[in-house]
């Protein structure tokens, strides 16, 4: 096989930083205690965790407390929706819930969820062909009894923007909790949640160079919400069991690094990005960008092409030694295509042929241009297999 | 060590094709893992027995231990569209298919040769017992179909749809072998495979019966009709000819002084005729779309070993090739259960010279 690979799919997850790993590496054999401890061992631990704490607060540009780490972003984004919808329908009746028709599993599984187990009535939002929500469509939509308002900060498959901003204003004068997923955007855009007016935020370390195995969830001081996993009171009684230490040190290390090197970090990757959908674009017949052509994350390239078995590809792809993504390709052989891409209208025949380039910082031009070289003849052997 | 070549290997998560990727790869190959994605029923889509999520998960296991890539495959369609159409149809016609060779030919074979090739490779690979022979001038350049050389397994009955341009792209890493050093190389490998249990069952039935199955996918299949006797004479009634086979003596509901067993089908009458253990079986047959593997058409009537289901017993008799891609086939004693729908194969000795369907 070939032993030389191209790495083309940092939207899936991202290398552990080296500094990061350094962070952690103390908190497995030296500083290992148990944060929930009285002694000095747990004392430490308890520090360590606290002044992650206070670095992702930071980044979120709220209070520590406000906090709440997790095993991932998809327990972020369950203990969101759920803890927030069960509050609601327990303080105040409410019975609906108003989702992005594009959200993430995480997100719209658990509404599918609570609409089945717990007689919540799911509404999706309309989005454009970009897939992006427009804030008069939620405020057409928003009721006195909705739980809890969901839309993505930025998609994973197409890379489209939301004006969370926006959103969460109508949502705040409503009084209604509003939840965005900023797992995908965190690692380039800024999660400033008092800027996006958000109650709830979710994070996912892997995504921008932290470890695999933690996350933490953004919960405004006041927003009624219930714990989703119950035990001890760690993480302020929202999330019981004990504090993975060394992972919560690496994210917060990694939430920093992204914060303060987001200006390098965009400077070296979206030029790579725009070359590479430029020639895309130009290269390939029948091709077509998905999301949105300016509102998309700095590392994000996606097309359809028309007739190509988007599976066939990315096999060909790895062979030829780019390791990509597709909305449509299934591990199991099954390929049906996403929701998102149908929910932004494109027909099967395109939308079963998708492709997803996401960049990062270990991404050189000449990898790109190498892609960009091989991409045009596998395309159409996929076109014809 | 031999050239590396590129070459696919089709994983089903069992010992057999694993233990092919692994002989392929230690030989020096750049060996790729495909598994196919086939059709089940809606509603079992998870349940064909040739892909079970379990089975998948476990060839991905396989293949990162051997460290190759490995990738499913959407044959879904193109298997609904050939196998069990065939199957449907056949019962429908009064005959008894053999999807497993319908699969070697339309789906292996064809679909997912294509697929190899269409990624670079140069050969792919089944864990089948089969050897292909070396390209020797002496043999005129012509590729043999050997038998692998555990005679209890040998399975080139199901490769004899094979042509000389497929069995160029072939390789059958295991035909060497016996079953019993074959479970010895995986333990060799450490290779974390689990032992299926041998089925006659079909993949995509699932956990339902084929009699059911044909019940909602051949609507009119279980038309009742007449069991007749040889004279014409009517014993008693059927509940659907695709329901019995040749041979069968139970299940009948018939009281008869002596045994009675299924000879044939009239499909033409949806009669199922009846008879004697005297009467059942023949001594000819006759097949059609019969492949030579050789690729040349016999010039002159030719002994052979003739199996007429996989897992019958070899027949002595005479193959003479008619027109139109048929046979004639005489045996040199008469078979009980010649069954039309299933493939005849002809051997000489180690050699599978092809085969053909056994005709109505």
């Known amino acids: ?385 | 060590m031999a050239e590396t070549k590129r070459v696919v290997v089709a994983m089903s998560g069992g010992v057999d094709s694993s233990v092919a990727a692994a002989l392929l790869k230690q030989q020096g190959h750049d060996v790729i893992g495909m598994m196919m994605r086939l059709w089940s029923e809606e509603g079992s889509e998870e349940s064909n027995r040739c892909c079970t999520p379990d089975a998948m998960a476990l060839a991905r296991r396989v293949a990162a231990k051997l460290g190759i890539p490995f990738y499913a495959v959407d044959a879904q369609s193109i298997f609904h569209g050939t196998v069990v159409r065939e199957f449907i149809d056949g019962y429908t016609h009064g005959v008894t298919p053999n999807p497993c060779l319908a699969c070697n030919r339309y789906i292996r074979w064809d679909f997912l040769l294509n697929r190899a090739l269409a990624m670079g490779a140069d050969f792919l690979a089944t864990g089948h017992y089969a050897r292909v022979s070396p390209l020797l001038p002496a043999m005129g350049n012509t590729l043999q179909l050997l038998r692998g050389v555990d005679p209890l397994k040998d399975q080139s009955y199901v490769l004899s749809i094979l042509t000389q341009a497929q069995l160029g792209h072939a390789m059958f890493p295991l035909g060497e072998f016996t079953k019993p050093q074959v479970r010895q190389l995986a333990r060799d490998f450490g290779l974390p495979v689990a032992e299926r249990a041998e089925s006659q069952d079909l993949c995509f039935l699932g956990s339902s019966d084929y009699r059911d199955f044909l019940r909602r996918h051949a609507p009119g299949v279980d038309q009742p009709g007449p069991i007749l006797a040889k004279d014409g004479r009517q014993l008693g009634g059927h509940h659907g000819l695709a329901f019995y086979t040749i041979g069968q003596r139970k299940g009948l509901g018939i009281g008869a002084p002596e045994p009675l067993y299924v000879l044939g089908k009239d499909a033409a009458h949806n009669a199922l005729i009846v008879g004697t253990v005297a009467e059942l079986g023949g001594q000819t047959l006759t097949a059609s779309s019969v492949n030579w593997i050789s690729g040349e058409l016999p010039t002159a009537p030719l002994r052979a070993q003739i199996k007429i289901r996989y897992k019958a017993a070899e027949a002595w008799g005479t193959v003479i090739p008619i027109e139109g891609g048929r046979a004639h086939v005489g045996f040199d004693f008469p078979l009980r259960d010649i069954t039309p729908g299933q493939q005849v194969v002809f051997y000489n000795d180690e050699i599978c010279l092809g085969g053909g369907l056994i005709e109505a």
């Not at chain 1, 096989?1 to 350094?22: F, G, H, I, S």
């Not at chain 1, 329908?89 to 028709?101: G, M, Q, T, V």
């Not at chain 1, 109508?170 to 008092?194: K, N, S, W």
Request: proline fraction near 6%.
């Open chain 1, 1 to 385: 096989m070939k032993t030389y690979k191209t790495y083309l799919d940092y939207a899936a997850t991202t290398p552990v930083d080296p500094r990061v790993l350094e962070t952690m590496m103390p908190y497995f054999r030296e500083t290992f205690g148990n944060p929930s401890s009285v002694h000095t061992y747990g004392q430490q631990a308890e520090a360590t965790v606290e002044e992650a704490r206070e670095t992702v607060a930071r980044g979120l540009n709220c209070r520590p407390e406000e906090v709440v780490f997790t095993s991932c972003g998809s327990e972020s984004d369950n203990l969101a929706l759920r803890g927030a919808a069960l509050a609601a329908r327990r303080e105040r009746d409410a019975r609906h819930i108003l989702i992005s028709p594009v959200e993430h599993h995480a997100v719209s599984h658990t509404a599918q969820q609570l609409a089945a187990l717990h007689k919540f009535e799911l509404e999706y939002l309309p989005v454009d062909d970009a897939g992006k929500v427009h804030p008069r469509e939620v405020a057409k939509r928003l009721r006195d009894d909705t739980a809890v308002v969901s839309v993505m900060y930025a998609n994973n498959e197409i890379g489209t923007i939301n004006p969370i901003a926006e959103i969460g204003a109508l949502c705040r004068e409503r009084g209604i909790p509003f939840h965005t997923d900023a797992v995908q955007a965190a690692a380039h855009l800024p999660v400033d949640v008092t800027a996006l007016n958000v109650d709830l935020l979710a994070l996912g370390a892997h995504k921008f160079y932290g470890p695999k195995g933690v996350g933490a969830l953004y919960v405004r001081a006041g927003t009624p919400i219930l714990p989703v996993q119950t035990g001890g009171g760690q993480e302020h009684n929202l999330r019981a069991g004990t504090s993975n230490v060394p992972y919560i040190a690496g994210m917060a290390e990694a939430f920093r690094l992204a914060q303060i090197e987001r200006e390098v970090r965009i400077s070296h990757l979206k030029p790579l990005r725009d070359r590479l959908i430029g020639r895309v674009l130009e290269d390939i017949p029948s091709a077509r960008l998905t999301g949105h052509p300016v509102t998309r994350l700095p590392n994000h390239a996606s097309f359809v092409f028309e007739g190509v078995d988007g599976n066939a590809l990315l096999m060909l792809l790895d062979v030829a030694g780019f390791a990509c993504s597709s909305g449509s390709a299934c591990k199991s052989g099954d390929p049906k295509p996403s929701d998102v891409l149908l929910a932004l209208g494109l027909p099967p025949r395109w939308a079963l042929g998708s492709l997803r380039v996401t960049l990062g910082m270990d991404t050189t031009l000449e990898a790109v241009d190498a892609f960009l070289s091989a991409l045009p003849g596998l395309v159409e052997k996929a076109r014809k297999a």
